[in-house]
T-cell receptor, first 112, second 112 residues
Framework: EADIYQTPRYLVIGTGKKITLECSQT?????MYWYQQDPGMELHLIHY???????EKGDLSSESTVSRIRTEHFPLTLESARPSHTSQYLC???????????FGNGTRLTVT | GENVEQHPSTLSVQEGDSAVIKCTYS??????FPWYKQELGKRPQLIID?????GEKKDQRIAVTLNKTAKHFSLHITETQPEDSAVYFC???????????FGQGTELSVKP
């Protein structure tokens, strides 16, 4: 089924660890986004990409980095996790024409 | 950059009543305005959207109105039901498929 997949669904790690949150979509979309959201709260855009080898920072400052080597894959990396990074991270994508933004199920990250 | 303000932050109504959520945006170049519904623990889902060349759009019990001059748009839900209880987010973008900037969210509670 065409969808956007995020792994892991939940992650608990210690301070200082390097982590990568995975996001892949099978919908053929060219644009992909990362949003950070505390439960039930505002969605903050932290990174986006309009195509392969194109990435931009969003409106919310983030210590994370992203890469876009393949159209379907848009991983987010935290080099050194801190408790302030505890949040939910939502990946989303959209395509050409009148394609709405479609979200993945998110990764709930807890940094202890 | 774009800024989207959403009100109210919480809204409680009786089943069968109407609910209205309002948003204002800052960038006059914005021309795409979607609304997302997020149930507890789930991903945001698009429920309705409108483009700037349209003043109103309706889909069964849900309608959205847009006033480009005043830079505000509203979500109207009629005959509310308990399953309408969720957090609703408005958003704005300068183009369909472009990055979406979200409002702060409205937690709607429909009491049976």
């Amino acid at each position: 089924e065409a969808d956007i997949y995020q792994t892991p669904r939940y992650l608990v790690i210690g301070t200082g660890k390097k982590i990568t949150l995975e996001c892949s979509q099978t919908m053929g979309h060219d644009k992909m986004y990362w949003y950070q959201q505390d439960p039930g709260m505002e969605l903050h855009l932290i990174h986006y990409s309009y195509g392969v080898n194109s990435t931009e920072k969003g409106d919310l400052s983030s210590e994370s980095t992203v890469s876009r080597i393949r159209t379907e894959h848009f991983p987010l990396t935290l080099e050194s996790a801190r408790p302030s990074h505890t949040s939910q991270y939502l990946c989303a994508s959209t395509g050409q024409g009148r394609t709405p933004l479609h979200f993945g199920n998110g990764t709930r990250l807890t940094v202890t | 950059g774009e800024n989207v303000e959403q009100h109210p932050s919480t809204l409680s109504v009786q089943e069968g009543d109407s609910a209205v959520i309002k948003c204002t945006y800052s960038d006059s170049a914005s021309n795409y305005f979607p609304w997302y519904k997020q149930e507890l623990g789930k991903r945001p889902q698009l429920i309705i959207d409108i483009r700037s060349n349209v003043g109103e759009k309706k889909d069964q019990r849900i309608a959205v109105t847009l006033n480009k001059t005043a830079k505000h748009f509203s979500l109207h839900i009629t005959e509310t039901q308990p399953e309408d209880s969720a957090v609703y987010f408005c958003a704005a973008s300068i183009r369909w498929g472009g990055k979406l900037i979200f409002g702060q969210g409205t937690e709607l509670s429909v009491k049976p």
